[in-house]
């Protein structure tokens, strides 16, 4: 796999990975400051959602020497994740947890990176 005429030695190498990177740390960051009750519900969903992208990516592609299918089955889980993210951003800002400016700009993130998802498993088939 090649990017911007560099090869791509680990998943953290690929931009999906590092803007999925990126936006999980400012996930994580803002949920510490919802209420107690929720920091083992929902804080903690919204945490473990957004971080399981960047799992199933280094997974998957740690397994890719041994099969570009498996890779794509990670490249896929990644995708659910980030659709189970935006259930629980919309979750947190219909709490009042996010401001509607955080909620676009995660929503606005998450879909950016689906879609880098969506093209990488292509390229995977």
């Not at 690929?14 to 929902?42: C, M, N, W």
Request: hydrophobic share 40%; net charge positive.
């Amino acid at each position: 796999m090649e990017t911007e005429g560099s090869y791509i030695k680990r998943a953290k190498d690929l931009e999906v990975y590092k803007r999925a990177y990126a936006v999980s740390l400012d996930v994580h960051r803002a949920t510490l400051g919802f209420p107690k009750i929720e920091q083992y519900a929902l804080a903690d969903q919204l945490r473990r959602s957004s971080k399981a992208i960047c799992a199933n990516l280094a997974e998957g592609f740690a397994k890719q020497s041994h099969s570009k299918a498996e890779f794509a089955r990670f490249v896929s889980m990644a995708m659910g994740s980030c659709s189970e993210v935006e259930t629980w951003i919309s979750y947190a800002f219909d709490l009042d947890y996010i401001t509607q400016a955080q909620r676009e700009q995660w929503l606005q993130s998450y879909v950016h990176i689906y879609g880098m998802l969506v093209n990488l498993r292509e390229r995977l088939k």
